[in-house]
């Protein structure tokens, strides 16, 4: 049970280049996350999904596309980077439904990107 | 809107002494309020949580929370810090009740010196 996975764990791009991190989880979780933290500033959210095939935008969406192909896999895109988007980002999921903890996140390990 | 505030960017506090971190909320309803702590180059990790029910709520590794409504205060607590408590703490409120959304505050940074 590896919990919430991201790739790559790091990632320099230069501006206007494009990527995508892969965030994947094994606990059969409805809802996944994407944050991006900055010193200072805390976690901010960025596009969540409540279920496969859903998508949603959250705090500071701009720059940023999701897809939610699969129940397992959350992908965030940047499409031209900007030096702006150079931060640490989280995946994190919940279960959402029934049970004990249906509100508490699981976080990833993180992804260290710059832009230069 | 819910929001969360720390107050404190960096709590000091020797090993052995009580430690406290403060975090107030301001919400709509009902707050769930929750603690994260983050270890060096490491995602977040759930502390406890408050829903309903006793104010004095523990969780993981021996901390615990209280819930002060007339303060709007959830301040994390622990009666003995270890040097191994030094980390970065988020406080977060439950935002969106059908899509589990957190909304964090913007982190303190614990510092337990031997």
């Known amino acids: 049970n590896a919990g919430v996975t991201q790739t790559p764990k790091f990632r320099v791009l230069k501006t206007g280049q494009s990527m995508t991190l892969l965030c994947a989880q094994d606990?059969?979780?409805?809802?996944m996350y994407w944050y991006r933290q900055d010193p200072g500033m805390g976690l901010r959210l960025i596009h969540y999904s409540v279920g496969e095939g859903t998508t949603a935008k959250g705090e500071v969406p701009d720059g940023y596309n999701v897809s939610r192909l699969k129940k397992q896999n959350f992908l965030l895109g940047l499409e031209s980077a900007a030096p702006s988007q150079t931060s640490v980002y989280f995946c994190?999921?919940?279960?959402?439904?029934?049970?004990?903890?249906?509100?508490?996140?699981?976080f990833g390990p993180g992804t260290r990107l710059t832009v230069l | 809107a819910q929001s969360v505030a720390q107050p404190e960017d960096q709590v000091n506090v020797a090993e052995g002494n009580p430690l406290t971190v403060k975090c107030t909320y301001s919400?709509?309803?009902?707050?769930?309020l929750f603690w994260y702590v983050q270890y060096p180059n490491r995602g977040l990790q759930f502390l406890l949580k408050y829903i309903t029910g006793d104010n004095l709520v523990k969780g993981s590794y021996g901390f615990e929370a209280e819930f002060n409504k007339s303060q709007t205060s959830f301040h994390l607590k622990k009666p003995s810090a270890l040097v191994s408590d030094s980390a970065l703490y988020f406080c977060?409120?439950?935002?969106?009740?059908?899509?589990?959304?957190?909304?964090f505050g913007s982190g303190t940074r614990l510092l337990v010196r031997p």
């Open positions: 606990m059969n979780h409805e809802y």
């Open positions: 919400v709509s309803g009902n707050p769930y």
């Open positions: 994190a999921s919940c279960s959402g439904g029934a049970g004990l903890s249906p509100d508490t996140q699981y």
């Open positions: 977060a409120v439950r935002s969106g009740y059908s899509s589990y959304k957190l909304i």
